[in-house]
DNA sequence: AGAAAGTGGAGTAGGCACCTCCGTATTAGG
DNA sequence: CCTAATACGGAGGTGCCTACTCCACTTTCT
């Protein structure tokens, strides 16, 4: 045992790996802001390289986005195990969401694959891993009184796209309006409040609705076109 | 002033009069259904029609439905107007949102137009016929004690988009869903709750983050495409 | 220096939405 | 009933856009 390595049969060459990190990089940032209908010319573009190279590293954009967003989901999933430990049930949970939504509302493809707008599956896999830390730190909020009782977990996954789309709607110049709304909603799940006039959803009725919506989100694109006296436009 | 009518130059002939009628409401359920990202094509094949028919009764999408909208906004902005006849100004409110939220949730296409996804133009004409009667809906209730001082005008047009997200999220399947999540952003609308850690935006700002989001809702099409680890596929 | 590895970006392929065109069908009215 | 005027249908043209390939040229390694 010297100092052989067996693992990398092709060491990769200088330049190529400093390339395949400016492409990492670049695609972190353009994935954020403008979701992964970005190309992976675009990202090649970013990164001041060219898209042959771009190809040559990551077969297309959903294996370059897919490695990028599992650290990301990581993260999310590990802060739901850390809010349990709160102390305080209504904290952790606050903790959590306010987490999550963090990360969330500053990655516009960290979004869009939470929301399942690219590939059900994926999506799928995430809610699985989350659903029973949310579970248990919602049940346990409401357990010590802090929370509504017909408050479900579904409520949260919704209250998770609202806040979604006020990041999309207020954009890059209030990166932080999300809270204000989030304070509401969650002042909205405090004991107490009007009945609800409508039951939540169950987890399987959620989970096909998230699967199924598809439609949100998708298209930013150098848009030149007009509008609704626009097209034709002879 | 017999029965004779000036109006009409060419009365239009049986079928196509007909014809046209079956394209409008054609278009309402399609639009409605899909958004505005339905073709004439498909409206036309809706309709039981061939597609020139569509193409020879209307210009273009936006002509149809431009047409079709505008009677829907009007329903909008007067039951904001009727909304103030009420006696009790939270009544009021909830009654113009209720009603509001209603129609948009039923149709896809009209959520489209006024969130701007189109026509950042048009929205902008529905929103300055709808912010001073909104405004003075959420004054009233203000002075009457029933919604919290720092709440504003902006903040009912974020809470009328989330509403939004929930009915794309939720689908056909739960269309009332939205109540629920208006419920509780209601309660979080009330005086006493936990204090905003951020600033509403003006509404200048508001016009404007509407005028750039465009990004959601588009695409519903037949992706037949896979997700992750898809495309490719060899 | 020579071979191996990597690069750039014009160009190809293919899909999709919008719209036109014209042979055929329907209607109006003389 | 017959003819002219009107309307219909839908195959196919056009243009646009995105994903991806290919190869002459450059850089690195030994």
Redesign the pocket.
Known sequence: MTTEQVATP?P?????A??RELLIEAAREVFARRGL?A???DV?HHA??????A???F???YELASALMERTIETIVSSAQQALLVDDPWEGLVAFLEASLAVQTADRGLREVLMGVHDPQKMAQVHDRLFGPISELLHRAQQSGAVREDADTTDLGFINGMMCTVADMAGDSSPDLWRRYLTMCLDGLRPGGTAFPTAALSEPEFRDAMANHKHILTRT??D?SAGWDG??AT
Chains 1, 2 share one sequence.
């Open positions: 092709r990769l060459r200088k330049d190529a400093r390339n209908e190309s992976l010319d090649a001041g390289l060219g898209v042959g190279t190809y040559r590293h077969a297309n954009k694109t150098k030149t097209p034709p």
